[in-house]
Structures are given as structure tokens and as C-alpha cells.
């Protein structure tokens, strides 16, 4: 599942806000139970894993110069919740991208 968000940033302050405020993502996911992992395999690449209630969503997000990419991979189980799913990615994504500078 991919799920584009468009910016109008730039790579360096998309790259900046992402890694300032990803431990943010988890009180995004409602249940209060999520854990979230990120690493930089890359500069534009932030991975991620998040694990709840015992199923885990894996993936990775791709920072372009106007838009970045959720490429999120849902076990089998989860299917039936991809619109959800989307839907709290594209929340998640923007509220990383308003983040304001600490």
C-alpha cells in the first residue's frame, strides 16, 4: 500500500521533522498500545515498524523534493482495515509535516 503526501518544505526540513517528531507517531494509534521503530537506511529513507495487538505493519517512507511516499506492507490478517489504515498514514504523515521547529 503506498500512500503519497504531498509538501512544499523541501527534502532537508521533510528529513528534519521526520526525525524530530517520529516518536510522536505511536499516540497517533488509537488503543494506546503501538510500538513504532524507525532507522535511516538512507538519507531519504526513513524505515518503519509499528506493532500492535499483535500484528505488525512494516514499510518505509520515501522523502521526494515535493511530496513523500508511505510504502506500508499489511500482513494478510489486516487487509480488511487498508482504508484505516491509509486514512491514520495520511493523518500521521501531515501532522509530522506541520511539526513546527523546536
Known sequence: MDV????????DEVRRR??????RIAAGIPGGMA?????WP?????ALSVTALGQAIT????????KVVFHMILPPA????QP???GAIRDQGQ???AAPKD
Open 42 to 46: 538512507s538519507e531519504d529513507r526513513m
Open 78 to 81: 489486516l487487509g480488511f482495515v
Open 84 to 86: 484505516i489504515v491509509e
Open 59 to 66: 514499510g518505509h517512507v520515501d522523502i521526494h523534493d515535493h
Open 95 to 97: 501532522r509530522l509535516l
Open 18 to 23: 521526520f526525525r524530530d517528531n517520529s516518536h
Open 35 to 39: 510500538e513504532v521503530k524507525t532507522s
Open 4 to 11: 503519497e503526501i504531498p509538501h512544499s518544505l523541501g527534502r
